[in-house]
T-cell receptor, first 113, second 113 residues
Framework: GAGVSQTPSNKVTEKGKYVELRCDPI?????LYWYRQSLGQGPEFLIY????????DSGLPNDRFFAVRPEGSVSTLKIQRTERGDSAVYLC???????????FGQGTRLTVV | GESVGLHLPTLSVQEGDNSIINCAYS??????FIWYKQESGKGPQFIID?????DKRQGQRVTVLLNKTVKHLSLQIAATQPGDSAVYFC????????????FGQGTELSVKP
């Protein structure tokens, strides 16, 4: 596709449930990033992939959060035992080899009720 | 700890006037800075970037100034238009951290016709 695509655009889940958020980066982009954005705040870094491997997962808040990128393209952010505090917009971005400009998707708005 | 912050949370300007949005950063090791524009319901959109070996960079209607002495970044928008209304974030990439972005809180720019 022309840009970074994230699905679903909105997700409402009950507290304690498991959710998966998907990111399709720009074709050919080797770097992929997940961020979380709360209302009125700037995006907060979660994890960064270079190819298939997580190069930096220092932003994941706890072990309920996990992300994969098995083939170096699509990535899935997985949240177990969701809590109301997990409610936020989850943003995905990608950038090309040697490139520093990151292109963002529109985000997935997660609401935990 | 590392942080990037903005001096003004809101800025209201008249259409046609110039806008200046300011940002302070705390990590002197950062070597790359970016300004993003975010409209409601959308992901951040790249506006302009600057490397730490530069003091100024100009784009179309936008200029970014970097003062490393006082760790200050600013975005100047010439002839501000209603379409410029959005939240603006500065972000920094610490050296050798793979392009991971640290965002500030954001400034909401409102352009009055």
């Amino acid at each position: 596709g022309a840009g970074v695509s994230q699905t679903p655009s909105n997700k409402v889940t009950e507290k304690g449930k498991y959710v998966e958020l998907r990111c399709d980066p720009i074709s050919g982009h080797t770097a992929l990033y997940w961020y979380r954005q709360s209302l009125g705040q700037g995006p907060e870094f979660l994890i960064y992939f270079q190819g298939t491997g997580a190069a930096d997962d220092s932003g994941l808040p706890n072990d309920r959060f996990f992300a994969v990128r098995p083939e170096g393209s699509v990535s899935t952010l997985k949240i177990q035992r969701t809590e109301r505090g997990d409610s936020a917009v989850y943003l995905c971005a990608s950038s090309g080899t040697g490139g520093t400009e990151a292109f963002f998707g529109q985000g997935t708005r997660l609401t935990v009720v | 700890g590392e942080s990037v912050g903005l001096h003004l949370p809101t800025l209201s300007v008249q259409e046609g006037d110039n806008s200046i949005i300011n940002c302070a950063y705390s990590n002197s090791a950062s070597d790359y800075f970016i300004w993003y524009k975010q409209e409601s319901g959308k992901g951040p959109q790249f506006i302009i970037d600057i490397r730490s070996n530069m003091d100024k960079r100009q784009g179309q209607r936008v200029t970014v100034l970097l003062n490393k002495t006082v760790k200050h970044l600013s975005l100047q928008i010439a002839a501000t238009q209603p379409g410029d209304s959005a939240v603006y974030f500065c972000a920094e990439t610490p050296y050798n951290q793979g392009g991971k972005l640290i965002f500030g809180q954001g400034t909401e720019l409102s352009v009055k016709p």
